[in-house]
């Protein structure tokens, strides 16, 4: 059986080093995208650990350089069966946050970091996905696209990103179901990676997460990078041919409530 070549964006933060893992374990060529420089050591590293793994930098809010990198896969390895969505981030360090708070550039710049990239990837993925009518997109939402957090979770433009993330998927799902070419996303809890560095440094969050996120109930712990990898890995295989427009949300119970 010949390898599917799986494109994962965001490919060096903790979900994206945990998906590369498991789709390089089950023999997939696994083709990452990020913004490190590809000599960079911690890329050569994770090229070393992984010996599928293939690497690509770009800053994913450029549509010039996501085109030319697209193509560049599309060409290099004769097709992309899987798309995995990660790249985004939080908005804090523009300035995002309460709405009243938020200025016109705070909001411009979380935009483009977490829609607009996905945006970019998911548009020149499916135009290669149209030529072998076939493939998967899975783009990455967030419990904040889905339920109000309260302040220690007040930044209104990632909440309204990847709200926009769920609702551009839904509509790709049946723009491109004919084609077989499916899209679903994964709407993380609070996960354990670098992004949530604040998070882990603050009792107060821990003592909230107990409780929005029950399933780890007063084991102050955050959800574990592989929950969502295998997630993704489930909703990139060809037996799960009938799931298409789904947002699975990945949470320890956040949603449920």
């Known amino acids: ?46 090229k070393e650990k992984f010996k599928t793994f293939h690497y690509y930098p770009a800053d994913c809010t450029q549509e010039n350089q996501v085109k030319t990198t ?5 060409a290099t390895f004769g097709k ?25 550039e705070a909001y411009q710049k979380t935009i483009e970091l977490n829609l607009t990239s996905q945006f970019l990837l998911s548009k020149y993925v499916v135009i290669e996905m149209l030529k072998q009518n076939s493939g998967s997109i899975i783009n990455t939402g967030s419990v904040l696209g889905m339920v109000g957090g309260n302040e220690l979770f007040s930044t209104v433009t990632y909440a309204a990103t990847k709200a926009a993330i769920i609702g551009m998927s839904r509509s790709m799902a049946m723009a491109y179901a004919k084609n077989n070419i499916r899209v679903n996303v994964i709407s993380p809890g609070l996960i354990e990676s670098n992004m949530t560095q604040r998070a882990q440094s603050s009792e107060d969050i821990f003592a909230y997460m107990d409780e929005k996120q029950p399933i780890y109930h007063g084991r102050h712990k955050l959800g574990n990078p592989m929950s969502i990898a295998l997630a993704a890995r489930f909703l990139a295989d060809s037996e799960a041919d009938f799931v298409t427009g789904v947002n699975l949300p990945v949470d320890g119970g956040w949603t449920a409530q």
Not at 16 to 32: N, R, T
Not at 70 to 74: L, M, P, R, S, V
């Open 70 to 74: 697209i193509e560049h896969i599309a």
């Open 1 to 46: 059986m010949k390898s599917r070549v799986v494109v994962i964006s965001g490919a060096l933060g903790g979900i994206g080093l945990a998906s590369v893992e498991v789709f390089s374990k089950q023999g997939d060529i696994v083709v990452g995208i990020d913004i490190r420089a590809e000599d960079d050591p911690f890329v050569m590293q994770t």
């Open 80 to 104: 992309i069966d899987v798309l995995f969505n990660i790249i985004g981030g939080s908005g804090r360090r523009f300035g995002d946050g309460p709405i009243h708070t938020v200025t016109l």
